[in-house]
């Protein structure tokens, strides 16, 4: 294995030397993703393959562990929390070992990455394998069956109006659903399926260029999947979990094209180009983050903190007034003058001339463009839910409200104490094990801008960790795990082959590693997915020959069949998605419409009315069930036996009542479920 | 100092035209005068005869709100800006480093409850500011006329008043005591401010209203603490506590310097000082910019009135206790001393203005929602529970349907009630406040078209 010693601030290598220790590798100096160019004759192509056979079997095996843990779920026996954890581990520990050791060849590591990365994919598909069971899987789906019906882009999505903005994955899924015949389901597992595979080739190589380790590469790829929103939330169908891994693809060309080496820079650019159109066309946060990263890369190659340094500094000297303000200014001036001058300077001499400034550029005015003349509501939503977690930390350091208990849910479900005990022995080990990393980052990388920006990552992720505990922030923190994770692997990875347990026998400290990473990445699942929606829930019964379906779905089924699509239905959360994608309704859920009010309301008076005047309400939906509200647990058969964090009871009947004593016609009833037509109630203009 | 000044001028422009003036029951008071064609008088707080006088004769001019309620914010704006421009020019040739006392207690002292103009708490210690330094400064004849001037407008402001009339009779015969050549007139100033404080606690004592007394206790302080200081604003003042510090003991620290300068480096020992001071000060503005940015988390500063006295006082005191404890030739300072004191002041003055013009920004955004449900509501009374967003904000206060109705003009058509709008019988009159049926017919706003919705809902 080979280590960077030396490198200029663009991550360039000045010189290749093996580190003091490292066994060589016959396969380690392969170029990037060199799959095909090995050289080796076919019994070393057969060594290449090394344990990954054995693995492979291993995890196959975990998987239907895993499976029958789900069936068991499904039947509500017990036991089936049991197998989903014996098949995580089974799936885990034997990569995590095989990856931490030194000896595997680069091809099986890059092998074993993409067999790991995929096979937890099949967690979460086999989760819910009938259909799209996710909140936001249902504003995507819709958003490609919008673009299906109509052939253009921009459709109307009254649930998530952003999302409509954002058409690169169902752009993708409707034309995958034209081209080969597929359901939108199907075609969204293929296209989901496809962005993981981006994601794990693009981690490796990126950490490969960066560390010209593929030890390291492989670790980070098996770390980067212990992020708590791995597992489920950025394998759903969702707009996240295509884009971010094209960032960091755009990540990888960028930093392949910084080599003096690299053939054809103007083809890579013109690369980075397109994948960053095409991220800045399919999700808000992940391009801002691309841009943030890319700017952040730009600013260290071109030493901008010097700048800033010196910048305090006469600050510093104007405060404690011994220059006088216009002579500071002078100073700004020059500074500015002559950072600009040496960038030109380098530009002059080609020395910079793949620098990431070009990128950068490129992906701000593309963003900039795309929020200013496409998507500016985007600020609006961003900012509302960046604005909440604001003031969350500022009230709970006011002490104006009481922090968030960990491991609690918004429902009151107390998760189980070996959960508490992995989730924060996870953090622990994290926290113990990052100022490895960063000694390592500090002694051998500290050069490469781009490996300081994930070291900055690294750090942030611990930062976010305290906004945990703040109520309205918490989402915020669980949200850049994800972004902030590619940072934290890869310091991680550099600090896991760096440690050395010289004293002890030879099996401990793989042992060791192999236990930390399981149990980092057992405390990731607890961290980001309740934990009991980690197994699949009932959402059909086979009874003969005949598929019976939720309450909800056989509404919506109704609803279409009886009433056609293009209505402005109200509903809650739950049951307003499944009108939205399985009856084309316009669907009006939550509080930004005031439904929320209007369906709790004891009684219909001015303020329901207006409501529905002002909105023109066709129709309402309203379902008896309190989980229905719920827009995570809402779409399944309700469980005949108490389940933790599952609120089987029912609302007051004024919730009903109310829209009875009205005067207005039922026009569905399924027990639970009842859709009233507001036709004489909407008939009004609305009241000023 | 233009810098500085044009900092206060600009944040208390933008604050006068953005309605600060009438947060809280900033409202009631323009409502009240506006209404009854007479100033509003709490709590026989004489001084709001000064202030609400320009506003009046305006309305005589204009109905137009948006021109009364720029009068009505601009005379309060008036008192801090030349309270500063007083404290300015008494200490600006004999000690102007004692400046960066008054401008630190402008701009953290009394900062939460600027925008809210109308507070006689704030009025009184802003008012007070130049006394004080009069009292520690060599006196000359104009000087005299401001501070009696300024004691009387304090006097008919707030109770706080008195204890800063104490405070003065204090610094004032200490003073005297420490330097002789003053001693005969600071004595005789000391004298005056005891008799002032005695008169008025006289006159309190025959006056005051059970609101009043009801401030003065433990357990209400504790609570406007918990109120009003606890979280964001009690961090900015730890960190503008620990900036005090050293600039208090910056002149001390370059005497250190000067004494052994072969051990301690002047620039090794110096500058990390400035730059705990410059750091502590940006935190304490950052924190009150996001304090200001946030309208939730200014929701009950109205409550921080009762502690700004108490958090006012640390400021008056270290000017006291520079002056005498240095004496005036120290307090002039070295050249140095006061260039740094200087650039404090201008920090000092961005911070301000960034914190009242965000804050301003703020009040804007919390005014126009409620604007914009008042239109939105189907029905003339709207009850406060309908408005979503109300109960967070500053808005969440009892001065809810005075503002309502002032911000559609003196001919209102809808109104917000704090209560339920079907318990309320509208027949006798409108509730303006607990305490303030108002009949449909007398006054100055004309409510007929809010009576006729109102009957017509009914």
């Given at each position: 294995?080979?280590?960077?010693?030396?490198?200029?601030?663009?991550?360039?290598?000045?010189?290749?030397?093996?580190?003091?220790?490292?066994?060589?590798?016959?396969?380690?100096?392969?170029?990037?993703?060199a799959?095909g160019?090995?050289?080796?004759?076919?019994?070393?192509?057969?060594?290449?393959?090394?344990?990954?056979?054995?693995?492979?079997?291993?995890?196959?095996?975990?998987?239907?562990?895993?499976?029958?843990?789900?069936?068991?779920?499904?039947?509500?026996?017990?036991?089936?929390?049991?197998?989903?954890?014996?098949?995580?581990?089974?799936?885990?520990?034997?990569?995590?070992?095989?990856?931490?050791?030194?000896?595997?060849?680069?091809?099986?590591?890059?092998?074993?990455?993409?067999?790991?990365?995929?096979?937890?994919?099949?967690?979460?598909?086999?989760?819910?394998?009938?259909?799209?069971?996710?909140?936001?899987?249902?504003?995507?789906?819709?958003?490609?069956?919008?673009?299906?019906?109509?052939?253009?882009?921009?459709?109307?999505?009254?649930?998530?109006?952003?999302?409509?903005?954002?058409p690169?994955?169902?752009?993708?899924?409707?034309?995958?659903?034209?081209?080969?015949?597929?359901?939108?389901?199907?075609?969204?597992?293929?296209?989901?399926?496809?962005?993981?595979?981006?994601?794990?080739?693009?981690?490796?190589?990126?950490?490969?260029?960066?560390?010209?380790?593929?030890?390291?590469?492989?670790?980070?790829?098996l770390?980067?999947?212990?992020?708590?929103?791995?597992?489920?939330?950025?394998?759903?169908?969702?707009?996240?979990?295509?884009?971010?891994?094209?960032?960091?693809?755009?990540?990888?060309?960028?930093?392949?094209?910084?080599?003096?080496?690299?053939?054809?820079p103007?083809?890579?650019?013109?690369?980075?180009?397109?994948?960053?159109?095409?991220?800045?066309?399919?999700?808000?946060?992940?391009?801002?983050?691309?841009?943030?990263?890319?700017?952040?890369?730009?600013?260290?190659?071109?030493?901008?903190?010097?700048v800033?340094?010196n910048?305090?500094?006469?600050?510093?000297?104007?405060?404690?007034?011994?220059?006088?303000?216009?002579?500071?200014?002078?100073?700004?001036?020059?500074?500015?003058?002559?950072?600009?001058?040496?960038?030109?300077?380098?530009?002059?001499?080609?020395?910079?001339?793949?620098?990431?400034?070009?990128?950068?550029?490129?992906?701000?005015?593309?963003?900039?463009?795309?929020?200013?003349?496409?998507?500016?509501?985007?600020?609006?939503?961003?900012?509302?839910?960046?604005?909440?977690?604001?003031?969350?930390?500022?009230?709970?350091?006011?002490?104006?409200?009481?922090?968030?208990?960990?491991?609690?849910?918004?429902?009151?479900?107390?998760?189980?104490?070996?959960?508490?005990?992995?989730g924060?022995?996870?953090?622990?080990?994290i926290?113990?094990?990052l100022?490895?990393?960063?000694?390592?980052?500090?002694?051998?990388?500290?050069?490469?801008?781009?490996?300081?920006?994930?070291?900055?990552?690294?750090?942030a992720?611990?930062?976010?960790?305290?906004?945990?505990?703040?109520?309205a922030?918490?989402?915020?923190?669980?949200?850049?795990?994800?972004?902030?994770?590619?940072?934290?692997?890869?310091?991680?990875?550099?600090?896991?082959?760096?440690?050395?347990?010289?004293?002890?026998?030879?099996?401990?400290?793989?042992?060791?590693?192999?236990?930390?990473?399981?149990?980092?990445?057992?405390?990731?699942?607890?961290?980001?997915?309740?934990?009991?929606?980690?197994l699949?829930?009932?959402?059909?019964?086979?009874?003969?020959?005949?598929?019976?379906?939720?309450?909800?779905?056989?509404?919506?089924?109704?609803?279409?069949?009886?009433?056609?699509?293009?209505?402005?239905?109200?509903?809650d959360?739950?049951?307003?998605?499944?009108?939205?994608?399985?009856?084309?309704?316009?669907?009006?859920?939550?509080?930004?419409?005031?439904?929320?009010?209007?369906?709790?309301?004891?009684?219909?008076?001015?303020?329901?009315?207006?409501?529905?005047?002002?909105?023109?309400?066709?129709?309402?939906?309203?379902?008896?069930?309190?989980?229905?509200?719920?827009?995570?647990?809402?779409?399944?058969?309700?469980?005949?036996?108490?389940?933790?964090?599952?609120?089987?009871?029912?609302?007051?009947?004024?919730?009903?009542?109310?829209?009875?004593?009205?005067?207005?016609?039922?026009?569905?009833?399924?027990?639970?479920?009842?859709?009233?037509?507001?036709?004489?109630?909407?008939?009004?203009?609305?009241?000023? | 100092?233009?810098?500085?000044?044009?900092?206060?001028?600009?944040?208390?422009?933008?604050?006068?035209?953005?309605?600060?003036?009438?947060?809280?029951?900033?409202?009631?008071?323009?409502?009240?005068?506006?209404?009854?064609?007479?100033?509003?008088?709490?709590?026989?707080?004489?001084?709001?005869?000064?202030l609400?006088?320009?506003?009046?004769?305006?309305?005589k001019?204009?109905?137009?709100?948006?021109?009364?309620?720029?009068?009505?914010?601009?005379?309060?704006?008036?008192?801090?800006?030349?309270?500063?421009?007083?404290?300015?020019l008494?200490?600006?040739?004999?000690?102007?480093?004692?400046?960066?006392?008054?401008?630190?207690?402008?701009?953290?002292?009394?900062?939460?409850?600027?925008?809210?103009?109308?507070?006689?708490a704030?009025?009184?210690?802003?008012?007070?500011?130049?006394?004080?330094?009069?009292?520690?400064?060599?006196?000359?004849?104009?000087?005299?006329?401001?501070?009696i001037l300024?004691?009387?407008?304090?006097?008919?402001?707030?109770p706080?008043?008195?204890?800063?009339?104490?405070?003065?009779?204090?610094?004032?015969?200490?003073?005297?005591?420490?330097y002789?050549?003053?001693?005969?007139?600071?004595?005789?100033?000391?004298?005056?401010?005891?008799?002032?404080?005695?008169?008025?606690?006289?006159?309190?004592?025959?006056?005051?209203?059970?609101?009043?007394?009801?401030?003065?206790?433990?357990?209400?302080?504790?609570?406007?603490?918990?109120?009003?200081?606890?979280?964001?604003?009690?961090?900015?003042?730890?960190?503008?506590?620990?900036?005090?510090?050293?600039?208090?003991?910056?002149?001390?620290?370059r005497?250190?310097?000067?004494?052994?300068?072969?051990?301690?480096?002047?620039?090794s020992?110096?500058?990390?000082?400035?730059?705990?001071?410059?750091?502590?000060?940006?935190?304490?503005?950052?924190?009150?910019?996001?304090w200001?940015?946030?309208?939730?988390?200014?929701?009950?500063?109205?409550?921080?009135?009762?502690?700004?006295?108490?958090?006012?006082?640390?400021?008056?005191?270290?000017?006291?206790?520079?002056?005498?404890?240095?004496?005036?030739?120290?307090?002039?300072?070295?050249?140095?001393?006061?260039?740094?004191?200087?650039?404090?002041?201008?920090?000092?003055?961005?911070?301000?203005?960034?914190v009242?013009?965000?804050?301003?920004?703020?009040?804007?955004?919390?005014?126009?929602?409620?604007?914009?449900?008042?239109?939105?509501?189907?029905?003339?009374?709207?009850?406060?529970?309908?408005?979503?967003?109300?109960?967070?904000?500053?808005?969440?206060?009892?001065?809810?349907?005075?503002?309502?109705?002032?911000?559609?003009?003196?001919?209102?058509?809808?109104?917000?009630?704090?209560?339920?709008?079907?318990?309320?019988?509208?027949?006798?009159?409108?509730?303006?406040?607990?305490?303030?049926?108002?009949?449909?017919?007398?006054?100055?706003?004309?409510?007929?078209?809010?009576?006729?919705?109102?009957?017509?809902?009914?």
């Open positions: 294995m080979s280590v960077r010693k030396r490198t200029d601030l663009m991550g360039i290598p000045a010189e290749r030397a093996p580190r003091a220790g490292a066994r060589p590798s016959k396969t380690d100096a392969a170029g990037p993703l799959l160019r090995t050289q080796a004759s076919s019994r070393d192509e057969l060594a290449a393959w090394g344990l990954m056979p054995a693995l492979a079997a291993v995890s196959a095996l975990a998987l239907l562990v895993i499976a029958a843990g789900n069936y068991l779920a499904r039947a509500g026996a017990p036991g089936a929390e049991l197998l989903f954890w014996l098949g995580i581990v089974l799936i885990i520990a034997p990569f995590a070992a095989r990856l931490a050791s030194e000896r595997p060849s680069r091809q099986e590591r890059l092998r074993l990455a993409v067999w790991l990365g995929m096979a937890l994919y099949v967690v979460k598909v086999m989760n819910s394998p009938n259909g799209f069971t996710y909140a936001d899987e249902f504003m995507h789906w819709h958003n490609v069956n919008q673009i299906l019906s109509t052939q253009t882009l921009f459709g109307q999505n009254l649930v998530l109006p952003i999302s409509a903005l954002y690169g994955l169902p752009s993708v899924t409707a034309s995958l659903v034209s081209l080969g015949g597929l359901s939108v389901f199907w075609a969204g597992i293929l296209v989901i399926a496809a962005a993981r595979l981006v994601m794990i080739l693009a981690l490796f190589w990126l950490a490969e260029q960066l560390s010209q380790s593929p030890r390291v590469a492989g670790l980070t790829v770390i980067y999947a212990a992020n708590p929103n791995f597992l489920f939330f950025d394998a759903q169908f969702s707009y996240e979990s295509l884009a971010l891994p094209l960032v960091v693809l755009v990540l990888a060309v960028a930093h392949y094209r910084l080599n003096p080496k690299t053939r054809q103007v083809v890579l650019t013109l690369v980075a180009f397109v994948i960053i159109g095409a991220v800045v066309i399919t999700h808000h946060l992940s391009s801002y983050f691309m841009v943030a990263v890319l700017l952040a890369w730009t600013l260290l190659v071109a030493r901008f903190h010097l800033v340094i910048g305090a500094r006469t600050t510093l000297r104007w405060y404690a007034g011994e220059i006088t303000g216009s002579a500071a200014w002078r100073w700004a001036l020059q500074a500015t003058r002559n950072f600009v001058h040496r960038r030109e300077q380098t530009r002059v001499n080609h020395e910079s001339s793949r620098d990431p400034s070009g990128l950068m550029f490129f992906a701000l005015i593309l963003t900039l463009i795309w929020l200013a003349f496409v998507a500016s509501s985007t600020v609006g939503y961003v900012g509302t839910v960046l604005g909440r977690a604001v003031v969350s930390v500022f009230r709970l350091i006011a002490a104006e409200e009481t922090g968030r208990t960990l491991f609690v849910s918004t429902s009151g479900y107390v998760a189980p104490v070996w959960e508490h005990i992995i924060l022995g996870s953090i622990v080990i926290v113990v094990a100022p490895f990393g960063l000694v390592a980052v500090w002694r051998r990388y500290r050069r490469n801008a781009l490996v300081l920006v994930l070291a900055l990552m690294a750090i992720y611990l930062g976010m960790l305290g906004l945990r505990f703040a109520p922030a918490w989402e915020t923190s669980n949200r850049a795990s994800e972004f902030l994770y590619i940072g934290l692997a890869f310091v991680l990875a550099l600090g896991v082959t760096d440690i050395r347990l010289r004293k002890a026998a030879s099996w401990i400290g793989p042992a060791a590693v192999t236990i930390g990473l399981t149990w980092v990445f057992c405390g990731g699942i607890v961290a980001g997915w309740p934990e009991n929606l980690r699949a829930r009932v959402d059909q019964v086979a009874v003969g020959d005949r598929i019976l379906q939720p309450q909800e779905t056989t509404a919506a089924v109704w609803m279409l069949a009886n009433i056609g699509p293009g209505h402005v239905v109200a509903a959360d739950s049951n307003g998605r499944v009108l939205l994608t399985q009856a084309h309704e316009d669907a009006l859920v939550g509080r930004n419409y005031s439904i929320d009010d209007l369906l709790s309301a004891p009684s219909l008076d001015h303020y329901e009315l207006y409501t529905i005047q002002r909105f023109q309400l066709e129709y309402i939906l309203v379902d008896q069930r309190r989980i229905s509200s719920d827009n995570m647990r809402g779409y399944f058969f309700v469980p005949t036996r108490p389940v933790a964090g599952w609120d089987v009871g029912l609302y007051d009947l004024d919730r009903l009542a109310k829209f009875e004593s009205a005067a207005i016609d039922r026009i569905f009833d399924s027990g639970d479920i009842a859709i009233y037509n507001l036709e004489t109630l909407r008939s009004g203009q609305p009241a000023n | 100092m233009k810098l500085y000044f044009g900092s206060i001028v600009s944040a208390l422009v933008v604050a006068a035209l953005s309605g600060g003036a009438l947060l809280w029951d900033g409202s009631y008071y323009l409502y009240s005068t506006l209404d009854t064609q007479a100033p509003f008088l709490p709590n026989n707080r004489y001084i709001a005869v000064v609400e006088t320009p506003v009046l004769l305006a309305f001019v204009t109905n137009n709100i948006a021109i009364l309620k720029a009068v009505f914010g601009l005379t309060y704006a008036l008192v801090p800006l030349i309270s500063l421009l007083l404290c300015w008494i200490v600006r040739r004999s000690a102007p480093a004692l400046f960066v006392w008054a401008a630190l207690g402008f701009g953290f002292g009394t900062l939460m409850l600027q925008l809210h103009f109308i507070a006689e704030t009025l009184s210690v802003q008012l007070m500011w130049p006394v004080v330094l009069a009292a520690l400064t060599p006196p000359r004849w104009w000087v005299r006329g401001v501070v300024l004691s009387v407008a304090a006097f008919f402001s707030h706080f008043a008195l204890a800063l009339f104490a405070v003065v009779a204090g610094l004032a015969a200490v003073i005297g005591w420490r002789r050549e003053q001693r005969l007139e600071k004595w005789l100033w000391a004298a005056g401010f005891v008799a002032l404080a005695v008169v008025g606690l006289l006159r309190f004592s025959g006056i005051h209203t059970n609101y009043e007394t009801d401030q003065i206790s433990w357990q209400i302080l504790l609570l406007h603490y918990q109120l009003a200081l606890q979280g964001v604003p009690i961090l900015a003042f730890s960190a503008v506590a620990l900036a005090l510090v050293v600039l208090y003991a910056m002149p001390y620290v005497r250190v310097k000067l004494r052994w300068p072969l051990q301690l480096d002047g620039a020992l110096v500058m990390p000082l400035y730059a705990i001071e410059l750091l502590c000060l940006a935190a304490a503005g950052a924190l009150f910019v996001l200001a940015s946030i309208p939730e988390l200014w929701a009950d500063a109205l409550d921080y009135r009762t502690w700004v006295l108490f958090m006012s006082l640390p400021f008056m005191g270290m000017a006291g206790l520079e002056s005498l404890v240095r004496g005036p030739e120290r307090t002039q300072g070295p050249q140095l001393e006061w260039k740094h004191r200087a650039r404090t002041v201008q920090v000092v003055g961005v911070v301000f203005a960034l009242i013009v965000l804050q301003s920004l703020s009040w804007i955004q919390v005014t126009n929602q409620l604007q914009a449900a008042i239109d939105q509501s189907p029905g003339a009374c709207v009850s406060m529970s309908a408005l979503s967003d109300v109960p967070h904000t500053a808005l969440s206060h009892w001065s809810l349907t005075p503002y309502s109705i002032i911000l559609q003009g003196t001919v209102p058509s809808k109104v917000v009630l704090n209560g339920d709008c079907a318990a309320v019988n509208f027949t006798k009159g409108l509730p303006v406040a607990a305490w303030d049926l108002r009949p449909w017919t007398t006054g100055a706003f004309d409510m007929h078209v809010l009576f006729q919705n109102l009957a017509a809902k009914s």
